[in-house]
């Protein structure tokens, strides 16, 4: 099985990232072999969508080109492209994902057909699971009561579905950092999700 984690974080000691490990160790507690590859979209070479549009043109619904050839989005993309359960990692700033996570987000723009609305070109591939992780600092529930992971939820499902998978886990924390109450709830959710998410791939 193999794990691509997208950490779109800018505090790599925050509790996103913890969310991540509690997943981790979800996964390992079920037993399948587990590829782990990380890619930081804060820290990696990936360039701004310049809105040309040009990649929309491509009709090949998977290997559709960015203009932009010269940084690392085609090889992290294909990385995500080819994961058995893809995570997307992201604090909650502002009503959104991070802008690391945002810009990698936009760059996915060559996997998006917008004949209705914008949905995946490339139809889902049977078994494969996307997860997101995100934290937000307010608590649940005012964290969906005030509409704060309403946006960051849209987009993040709509990614896993542009990266074809047909099964979609979510943690939306919240509060981590107020009591330890709080940061156990969540950390114990992401836990189950990697449980959850393993579950297919058990030997």
Not at 69 to 91: G, N, R, Y
Request: overall charge positive; charged content about 25%; aromatic content about 8%.
């Amino acid at each position: 099985m193999k794990i691509v984690i997208l950490d779109g974080t800018h505090n790599k000691s925050g509790m996103t990232l913890k969310l991540v490990d509690k997943f981790l160790a979800g996964v390992e507690s079920v037993g399948p072999r587990a590829e782990v590859v990380t890619h930081d979209l804060l820290n990696g070479n990936i360039s701004f969508c310049k809105g040309c549009g040009k990649c929309t043109e491509d009709k090949d619904p998977v290997n559709a080109k960015c203009m932009i050839v010269d940084d690392e989005m085609e090889a992290v993309k294909q990385a995500a492209l080819s994961a058995d359960v893809l995570v997307f990692a992201t604090p909650i700033y502002e009503y959104c994902v991070s802008s690391a996570m945002k810009r990698f987000l936009e760059r996915s723009l060559t996997l998006v057909t917008f004949k209705f609305g914008p949905t995946a070109r490339a139809k889902a591939i049977k078994g494969k699971v996307g997860v997101v992780i995100c934290s937000s600092g307010a608590p649940f529930p005012f964290n969906h009561l005030m509409g704060i992971t309403r946006y960051p939820k849209f987009m993040l499902n709509l990614a896993c579905k542009l990266y074809r998978c047909d099964r979609v886990i979510m943690v939306l924390a919240g509060g981590m950092a107020a009591s330890p109450k709080l940061k156990n709830k969540w950390e114990d959710k992401a836990l189950n999700a990697g449980k959850a998410a393993a579950l297919g791939f058990s030997e």
